[in-house]
T-cell receptor, first 115, second 115 residues
Framework: GAVVSQHPSRVICKSGTSVKIECRSLDFQATTMFWYRQFPKQSLMLMATSNEGSKATYEQGVEKDKFLINHASLTLSTLTVTSAHPEDSSFYIC???????????FGPGTRLTVL | AQSVTQLDSQVPVFEEAPVELRCNYSSSVSVYLFWYVQYPNQGLQLLLKYLSGSTLVESINGFEAEFNKSQTSFHLRKPSVHISDTAEYFCAVSDRDSSASKIIFGSGTRLSIRP
């Protein structure tokens, strides 16, 4: 099956700092990348969608200047949480898609804790 | 817009007992339906999916789900559960008519198996 990696798997940072999360599709090319956020004991909430080489489309209520998404290549996308605050502490999951809906896969997630 | 309702946040069952995890969806267009599983401290994995054809779909580990259009349901069932089935299960829906469709998740059901 398709392999998706995220780095780091866990990160702890101080309030006000920025954190970058990398998502790589190791054995396929992702034309579209979805970023989700999962709070404890809650479901996955879609944050944004990006296509390779294009600007990301953000869901309602998600601040585009706070959550910077770069999808520069078909195998790498990054999510940068800028000026992180404790309320940004969450589990962030990337989900690359190659073509149709049945070719969408999920990364193992990154747990962000902001102190 | 689509939405997914998982009425049961937790389902405790004894080992080797049958289980049903309920899922209902709402959509004004045709949909694809999915069940994902998240084992403790792991990422999301696709368990099974309905795209078209037979309304009964099965997974490799004994789960099955049936798409019922009239009841807008996609309940997940297993005739005999194992301890290893302990996990969080997410039902999800996607619009099949759009090339830019997003996967929308339900709130999840925590399945706990008692020996």
């Amino acid at each position: 099956g398709a392999v998706v990696s995220q780095h780091p798997s866990r990160v702890i940072c101080k309030s006000g700092t920025s954190v970058k999360i990398e998502c790589r599709s190791l054995d396929f090319q992702a034309t579209t990348m979805f970023w989700y956020r999962q709070f404890p004991k809650q479901s996955l909430m879609l944050m944004a969608t990006s296509n390779e080489g294009s600007k990301a489309t953000y869901e309602q209520g998600v601040e585009k200047d706070k959550f910077l998404i770069n999808h520069a290549s078909l195998t790498l996308s990054t999510l940068t949480v800028t000026s992180a605050h404790p309320e940004d502490s969450s589990f962030y999951i990337c989900s690359p898609r190659t073509s149709g809906i049945d070719t969408q896969y999920f990364g193992p997630g990154t747990r962000l804790t902001v102190l | 817009a689509q939405s997914v309702t998982q009425l049961d946040s937790q389902v405790p069952v004894f080992e080797e007992a049958p289980v049903e995890l309920r899922c209902n969806y709402s959509s004004s267009v045709s949909v694809y339906l999915f069940w994902y599983v998240q084992y403790p401290n792991q990422g999301l994995q696709l368990l099974l999916k309905y795209l078209s054809g037979s309304t009964l779909v099965e997974s490799i580990n004994g789960f099955e789900a049936e798409f019922n259009k009239s009841q807008t349901s996609f309940h997940l069932r297993k005739p005999s559960v194992h301890i290893s089935d302990t996990a969080e299960y997410f039902c999800a829906v996607s619009d099949r008519d759009s090339s830019a469709s997003k996967i929308i998740f339900g709130s999840g059901t925590r399945l706990s198996i008692r020996p």
